[in-house]
C-alpha cells in the first residue's frame, strides 16, 4: 500500500538538491579566486625577482667597467692593480652566472599579451654588448700587470702594441658599456611592465569571480533560501493552527466534553506544584461507575456510552467553576479541588443529589448512575509527588467499592474507608 503521507515530489529535496548545487558552486568560484590570487602572489613574486635580477646585471657591469679603468689608467701599486684584477675575474664569473640565468628565465616564463617577444627583442638586443663587454673584461683579466700603463716606460714596438690593446679595451668599454646599460634599462622597464600587466590581468579576473560570487549568492538567496524562508514561515503558521486545534481535540475527551487522562494528569501536577509553593490544599476525589461492566455486557456499549455521558454531566454540574475534572479511564474519573476536605465533601454530596434526582426519571435501569469514590487530601503529606496523591485516592475508592459489596447492615463512611489516615510517601 502505497503511503499517502508520501510526496513524490517533495519540495524538501529539491531545495536540498538546489541547495547542495549552489553551494558546489560557490565553492568552485571561490576556490579558483583563492588559486587565481595565490597565482598573483607566485606570479608577482617572480616578477620582482626578475627586475632585482636585471638591477644586478645592471650594477656588476658598472662595477666591472670602473675597474676596469681603474686598473688600466691610475698609477697605483702593482697590489692594487692585482686587487682590481682580481676584483674583475670575480664580478666577471657573477656578471655570467646572472645573464645565463635571466636567458633560462625568458625562456621559461610565459609573458602576457606581446611582453614576450618585446622582452626576447630586447635580450637579444643585450647580447652583443654583453659578448663585446665580457670579452673585453677577460683580455684585460690575461693581460695582468702588462696591460697596467706605468707614469715612465720606454718606447719599443712591444709596449706600444699594448698601449694599442690598452686603448683598444678602454674604448670599447667605454661604448659598449653605455649601449648595454641603455639596453638593460629597456628591459628592467618591460619586465617591471609585464609584471603590472599580469597582476592586472589577473586582478581583473579575480575580479569577476568575486562579482560572479556575489551574483551567486544574490541568486541563492532569492531563488532558494528566500523562497525556503517564506514556505518554512507559511509551514510553521499552518503547523501552529493545526497543533491548537490538535491540542484542544487532544486534552479533551470526546464523549464526555471533560479533560482525558493525559491533559488532566498534566493538570493534576501543575496545581498540586502551585499548592505546595502557595501553602494551600488541593484535594482529589476518585470515582469509579458502580455498573458499567455490567451495563456494556447485558445492554451493549452504546448503553454504556449513554451512562459514562450521563454521569459526566452531572460531574461538570457538581464541580464549581475553578475545580477540575478529567476522565482517567473507562469508568473512571477524577476531580482535583482547591481547598479543605469539606469542599471535596460537599462536590461529592452534589454530585449524589444530582444523580439521584437523574435517576429517578431514568426509564432504563442501565441510565441510573451510581458510583464509588476515594479522596486525598495534599494537607495529609506534602512531601509525595503528584502521582502518589492520585494513588492513594484511587486505593480509598477501591476500598469503598469493597466496602459496599461487602454483607454488612451499617456501611462506613464512603471515600474514607480505613485509609483515611495513610500517608503518602514520597
Not at 678602454?170 to 619586465?191: G, H, K, P, V, W
Not at 493534576?268 to 509553593?277: G, I, M
Not at 437523574?358 to 502521582?387: I, M
Request: glycine share 6%.
Amino acid at each position: 500500500m502505497t503511503n499517502h503521507l508520501v510526496d513524490k515530489h517533495n519540495p524538501a529535496d529539491n531545495y536540498r538538491r538546489n541547495s547542495r548545487l549552489a553551494l558546489l558552486i560557490i565553492g568552485l568560484i571561490a576556490l579558483t579566486s583563492l588559486l587565481i590570487f595565490q597565482a598573483t602572489l607566485h606570479q608577482g613574486n617572480d616578477d620582482s625577482q626578475l627586475v632585482n635580477l636585471s638591477g644586478r646585471q645592471r650594477m656588476l657591469s658598472q662595477q666591472l667597467v670602473k675597474d676596469a679603468l681603474l686598473a688600466i689608467e691610475q698609477p697605483i701599486a702593482a697590489s692594487v692593480r692585482s686587487a682590481y684584477l682580481a676584483r674583475i675575474d670575480h664580478n666577471l664569473a657573477s656578471w655570467r652566472k646572472a645573464h645565463a640565468l635571466l636567458l633560462r628565465r625568458n625562456t621559461e616564463r610565459h609573458y602576457p599579451g606581446a611582453y614576450g617577444q618585446r622582452i626576447a627583442d630586447g635580450f637579444q638586443a643585450i647580447q652583443p654588448y654583453f659578448d663585446r663587454l665580457a670579452s673585453d673584461f677577460q683580455e684585460l683579466v690575461s693581460l695582468g700587470e702588462t696591460a697596467i700603463l706605468p707614469s715612465r716606460r720606454a718606447s719599443n714596438d712591444a709596449n706600444d702594441d699594448v698601449d694599442a690593446r690598452r686603448r683598444a679595451i678602454r674604448n670599447s668599454l667605454l661604448a659598449n658599456e653605455e649601449q648595454f646599460l641603455l639596453s638593460m634599462d629597456r628591459l628592467t622597464a618591460l619586465y617591471a611592465q609585464s609584471g603590472e600587466r599580469r597582476v592586472a590581468i589577473l586582478g581583473g579576473v579575480n575580479l569577476l569571480l568575486f562579482a560572479a560570487l556575489a551574483s551567486a549568492l544574490v541568486i541563492v538567496y532569492l531563488t532558494i533560501f528566500s523562497p525556503l524562508a517564506d514556505r518554512l514561515t507559511s509551514y510553521f503558521h499552518e503547523l501552529n493552527r493545526t497543533m491548537l486545534i490538535l491540542s484542544d481535540q487532544a486534552a479533551t475527551d470526546p464523549l464526555t466534553g471533560l479533560f482525558n487522562k493525559r491533559s488532566g494528569l498534566l493538570l493534576l501536577t501543575q496545581e498540586f506544584d502551585r499548592c505546595r509553593r502557595d501553602g494551600s490544599n488541593l484535594s482529589v476525589i476518585f470515582m469509579d461507575l458502580d455498573n458499567l461492566k455490567k451495563v456494556n455486557d447485558s445492554l451493549g456499549h452504546e448503553a454504556g456510552d449513554r451512562l459514562i455521558k450521563h454521569f459526566a454531566d452531572a460531574v461538570k454540574a457538581a464541580i464549581r467553576s475553578h475545580d477540575h475534572a478529567f476522565r482517567y479511564g473507562g469508568d473512571e474519573f477524577v476531580i482535583v479541588q482547591t481547598g479543605s476536605d469539606r469542599a471535596s465533601d460537599k462536590i461529592v454530596s452534589r454530585l449524589e443529589a444530582l444523580l439521584d434526582c437523574a435517576n429517578r426519571d431514568c426509564v432504563d435501569d442501565a441510565d441510573r448512575a451510581s458510583f464509588s469514590w476515594g479522596t486525598a487530601s495534599l494537607e495529609e503529606e506534602r512531601q509525595g509527588p503528584a502521582g502518589e496523591l492520585l494513588r492513594l485516592a484511587d486505593e480509598r475508592m477501591y476500598a469503598n467499592k469493597k466496602a459496599k459489596k461487602a454483607p454488612s447492615t451499617t456501611k462506613p463512611d464512603p471515600g474514607r474507608i480505613q485509609l483515611h489516615n495513610q500517608k503518602i510517601t514520597s
